[in-house]
């Protein structure tokens, strides 16, 4: 079973970006898709994209096209989540969440890192 | 907005059998399997039903779920004080070319 372990919570300014990590503990990282799910207090989950390492190419929500980046770190079996031009309807838990591919269940999931966007 | 369409609430009696409902289309769970997730409060989702039915290790049999058309259900008998959490269904939408969610259901055992 793959452990995820998520960065710290923050307080963001509004206008700035955010950058979450996700490392990966067992299983093979390269192999695995990576994908990012936030949920705003009270609501229900909202994926933003996702990444499968071994080939690289990042594939989005419609909603986050333009704002969001997802990269990995393959060296330190770590994936990273980017999100520009927050605004208070930022404010949310974000969850990496891993899969066999970005069409398949995830399986294993972070512990959730909350962000609040507040001036 | 969701996808995928879930009532938003849902109760019974310890013991009693409970089911959740998630509906979809032609582009969602009518051509992809459905994936069901738990949230005990304060926590992250756990995949519990991959691929329509399959259970991963670590949930017992009283859960079940099953899909027939662009509909899809989760099942909860012999319901316990522990069941209670949000519930979310997922699948792969073509026409989206991403994953999407439901809105959850907040179970609440009586």
């Known amino acids: 079973q793959v452990q995820l372990v998520q960065s710290g919570a923050e307080v963001k300014k509004p206008g700035s970006s955010l950058k979450v990590s996700c490392r990966a503990f067992g299983g093979s990282f390269s192999t695995s898709a990576y994908n990012w799910v936030r949920q705003a207090p009270g609501h229900g989950l909202e994926w933003m994209g996702s990444l499968l390492p071994f080939f690289g190419t990042p594939k989005y929500a419609q909603n986050f096209q333009g704002r969001v980046t997802i990269t990995a770190d393959e060296n330190t079996n770590t994936a990273y989540m980017e999100l520009s031009s927050l605004t208070s309807d930022d404010t949310a838990v974000y969850f990496c969440?891993?899969?066999?591919?970005?069409?398949?269940?995830?399986?294993?999931w972070g512990q959730g890192t909350l962000v609040t966007v507040s001036s | 907005q969701s996808v995928l369409t879930q009532p938003p609430s849902a109760s019974g009696t310890p013991g009693q059998t409970v089911t959740i409902s998630c509906s979809g289309s032609s582009s969602n769970i009518g051509t992809n399997t459905v994936n069901w997730y738990q949230q005990l409060p304060g926590t992250a989702p756990r995949l519990l039903i991959q691929n329509n039915g399959q259970r991963p290790s670590g949930f017992p049999d009283r859960f079940s779920g099953s899909k027939s058309g662009t509909s899809a259900s989760l099942a909860i008998s012999g319901l316990q004080s522990e069941d209670e959490a949000d519930y979310y269904c997922a699948a792969w939408d073509d026409s989206l070319s991403s994953p999407v969610f439901g809105g959850g259901t907040k179970l609440t055992v009586l």
């Open positions: 969440a891993k899969g066999a591919s970005t069409s398949s269940p995830f399986d294993s």
